[in-house]
């Protein structure tokens, strides 16, 4: 347990965030596509990193009970 960070709502608000994100992302490659130029497949790759990032960090955390207690 530390006694800083993210409480144990927030990591879960994080944690849907990070899921509608993904969920976006991959309705929007549905809906239009996959990319054809660089930087298309650079606007996936940095919102895949940042929302799964936020996703992986943030279930992470709350499996292993990194996060205070007074949740």
Avoid: C, H, Q
Wanted: hydrophobic letters at 40%; zero cysteines; aromatic letters at 10%.
């Amino acid at each position: 347990m530390t006694k800083y960070g993210p409480s144990r709502s927030e990591l879960k608000l994080r944690i849907g965030i990070g899921l509608a994100g993904l969920g976006l992302l991959g309705g929007a490659l549905v809906y239009r596509g996959l990319p054809t130029g660089p930087g298309g497949w650079e606007a996936v790759a940095i919102s895949v990193l940042f929302f799964g990032g936020t996703l992986g960090w943030s279930l992470r955390k709350l499996l292993r009970g990194d996060y205070p207690d007074n949740s």
